[in-house]
């Protein structure tokens, strides 16, 4: 089964930047569209970002365009979600997520696949 590990979160003020990998292990991500989502407490968990799995096609959330960019690093087996200009709304836990359904969707329930999330959190 596809196991997935995010990694880079952490505590930055607002206005730095982060930049969040996901990797994998024993498969490779390159089957799989990857979509990054947060979850702030009290509130749904809800889609940041998605990508293809032939990385021809990215979505944004309309909060984090301009500022945020999804890529995949094919050699490394990795989707990363580079974000700048971070604002204190965007505290929240970060997950990465992955299906083989060829779509780039921000709807949690159509992936298959969670990591165990990391936190970002952007102080003012």
């Known amino acids: 089964q596809l196991q997935l590990v995010e990694s880079g979160g952490g505590l930055v003020q607002s206005g730095e930047s982060l930049r969040l990998s996901c990797a994998a292990s024993r498969f490779t991500l390159n089957s799989y569209s990857i979509g990054w989502f947060r979850q702030a407490p009290g509130k749904e968990r809800e889609g940041v970002s998605c990508?293809?799995?032939?990385?021809?096609?990215?979505y944004y959330k309309d909060s984090v365009k301009g500022r945020f960019t999804i890529s995949r690093d094919n050699a490394k087996n990795t989707v990363s979600l580079q974000m700048n200009s971070l604002k204190p709304e965007d505290t929240a836990v970060y997950f990465c997520?992955?299906?083989?359904?060829?779509?780039?969707?921000?709807?949690?329930?159509?992936?298959?696949?969670w990591g165990q999330g990391t936190q970002v959190t952007v102080s003012s």
């Open positions: 997520a992955a299906t083989r359904a060829y779509r780039c969707s921000l709807i949690p329930e159509l992936y298959d696949y």
């Open positions: 990508i293809l799995s032939s990385g021809i096609t990215t």
